[in-house]
């Protein structure tokens, strides 16, 4: 069993909005995010893209968009919706060329799989996802051996305010339940709300706290070490070259 901890602080919805997309940098130049998911179907895709690209120590992933829900009226309701997901050939051909995009706006591969509001956790989504994870050797969250931790997160599936959830203190005790291994600490930093959501208000608030500088404080007291999918991939690969060496010299 691992007894290093590591975390992941990855930020969703890179490329949605400029107003996002400003969080997010300023999360990775002032706090603790070390990856972005990029949402590449949004006109501000390009220009997150474009900072990523000259910033290479922030990782990059595809963060596949199919559609949102939103709750208003007592009631949810569809935001948008890219393709319907019962629709297999449709939702493979969505996320070919969410693929190909994410190719065409960073130059590579991601670094690692998600979804907005998770929807990859249902077919035909999910099986897709998994067989590329599988190919392009990039973890797939909630399915890999990165433990994923989406507490940070300030309401409930209703819409309803759980402001103490993002708040300093609530991050503090989440990383100090931290298990050996590694953990992606999902959040949603925004500069500015400058796009349609449920969740909006308490975007500004993440990103006062995963600036404060108590965090990396906090890190190094806890023995937590401040990682990306990239430099995890990097480790694996060290790790076992590693092994290998050692297997050939016995």
Not at 211 to 227: D, G, M, T, V, Y
Request: net charge negative; hydrophobic share 40%.
């Amino acid at each position: 069993m691992p007894s290093t901890k590591r975390l992941i602080v990855n930020a969703d919805d890179f490329g949605q909005s400029a107003g996002i997309n400003d969080g997010v940098v300023e999360a990775f130049e002032r706090g603790v995010v070390r990856s972005a998911s990029l949402m590449v179907r949004w006109p501000d895709a390009a220009e997150a893209a474009r900072y990523a690209r000259a910033h290479p120590d922030l990782s990059v992933g595809l963060h596949l968009d199919l559609g949102e829900w939103t709750y208003r009226i007592n009631q949810w309701i569809l935001l948008y919706e890219v393709v319907r997901k019962d629709d297999h050939a449709a939702v493979e051909e969505e996320i070919s060329r969410q693929f190909s995009t994410f190719n065409e706006l960073m130059g590579r591969n991601p670094t690692h799989i998600d979804s907005h509001q998770h929807v990859h956790r249902a077919e035909s989504v999910h099986s897709i996802l998994m067989k590329i994870a599988h190919e392009i050797g990039a973890p797939l969250r909630l399915y890999s051996d990165i433990r994923y931790c989406g507490a940070f997160y300030g309401q409930t599936s209703t819409g309803k305010p759980l402001s103490d959830n993002i708040m300093l203190e609530a991050l503090m005790k989440l990383l100090t339940d931290l298990e050996p291994g590694i953990t992606e600490l999902g959040c949603h930093p925004a500069q500015r709300i400058d796009f349609d959501s449920m969740y909006s208000d308490e975007r500004i608030m993440e990103l006062q706290v995963l600036c404060n500088s108590r965090i990396p404080e906090f890190l190094a007291e806890n023995h937590i070490e401040l990682c990306s999918f990239a430099t995890i991939s990097k480790l694996g690969q060290q790790e076992t070259s590693g092994r290998r060496l050692g297997h050939e010299v016995i």
